[in-house]
């Protein structure tokens, strides 16, 4: 990906979205060419010239101090997550040096069993470009069975926006939508030189209006913990709670749970679902139809 050309984007983005109200600024109600701050009166708000940012904003972000960034991401009111993202883009000369991408390696054994022992909770492992790495059972009773997908298909981002099951599916497919676009943009400042994760986004782009309509929205956040609300074809509507953890020796990699609240509805409908497969006759309608999500 054009390193100058998605720090130009971002930072434009940034400032479209605020107004000066926002800021605490004047707006004297004269027409305004471009949605947002000017550029500036963003340059007022972080203390530097207006020809400084508007090279910074052009993508000439090489020699950029961490402290001039941390005032425009002031200015910017830029999120904790937003605020890294700059960083990773401006690649400040006090930035370490660039992280190069390496190859997907194959998950540990060890750390499939101890999904696979997690017997009652929907667990899996995700890379970072979105890619499922490893899953237990329930993980494919809930989403889908993975293995009965090809590897390259194997890919939350392909699932949401390319496999129609992923509507149906998730009840807020939307939020879901944008986390995953977030999420990828979130990588895609740290790994600029990913070819795999280049072509990921290259092929959604073609395929997905939605996904091209997202992307270009520049939003970066990172979701460690929430709820989904899922409306599966087997057991009906769910709410369940998710928690992310990484694994310590690889930081690419994200072990993703779900459970749902003791004694809730969803308790007993994520139970139900723990059956399928194990007794098919608790489930005579949806045995016909095959596995949710198998192809």
């Known amino acids: 990906m054009d390193q100058r050309a998605e720090l130009s984007e971002f930072l434009r983005s940034r400032r479209a979205r605020l107004k000066p109200a926002d800021v605490g600024l004047p707006d004297f109600g004269r027409h305004r060419r471009v949605p947002g701050l000017r550029r500036e009166e963003l340059a007022q708000l972080a203390g530097v010239s207006v020809a400084y940012y508007t090279r910074l904003e052009q993508g000439n972000g090489q020699n950029v101090s961490l402290e001039v960034l941390d005032s425009i991401a002031r200015a910017l009111r830029l999120s904790d997550t937003e605020r890294d993202h700059l960083t990773h883009l401006a690649k400040p000369n006090q930035k370490k040096k660039k992280r190069a991408a390496r190859p997907v390696r194959k998950l540990r054994p060890q750390l499939q069993l101890l999904i696979d022992a997690m017997d009652a909770v929907p667990a899996m492992y995700v890379g970072r470009r979105l890619d499922v790495l490893g899953w237990n059972r329930m993980a494919s009773a809930l989403?889908?069975?993975?293995?009965?997908?090809?590897?390259?298909?194997?890919?939350?981002?392909?699932?949401?926006?390319?496999?129609?099951?992923?509507?149906?599916?998730?009840?807020?497919?939307?939020?879901?939508?944008?986390?995953?676009?977030s999420t990828l943009r979130l990588y895609a400042g740290c790994y600029p030189d990913d070819p795999g994760l280049s072509s990921l986004v290259g092929e959604l782009s073609v395929k997905s209006d939605d996904f091209r309509t997202l992307w270009a929205a520049h939003t970066v956040q990172e979701k460690g913990h929430g709820t989904k609300r899922l409306h599966h074809r087997l057991v009906g509507e769910m709410t369940l709670s998710y928690e992310t953890l990484r694994v310590p020796d690889d930081h690419d990699v994200s072990l993703v749970t779900y459970h749902a609240e003791p004694g809730s509805a969803s308790e007993e409908s994520l139970g139900l679902l723990a059956k399928w497969g194990v007794d098919e006759k608790a489930f005579p309608a949806a045995a016909e139809r095959g596995t949710y999500g198998t192809r």
């Open 143 to 181: 989403f889908g069975d993975f293995a009965a997908r090809p590897p390259e298909e194997r890919n939350v981002a392909r699932m949401v926006f390319l496999d129609p099951t992923a509507r149906e599916l998730y009840a807020d497919w939307e939020c879901k939508a944008v986390e995953v676009v």
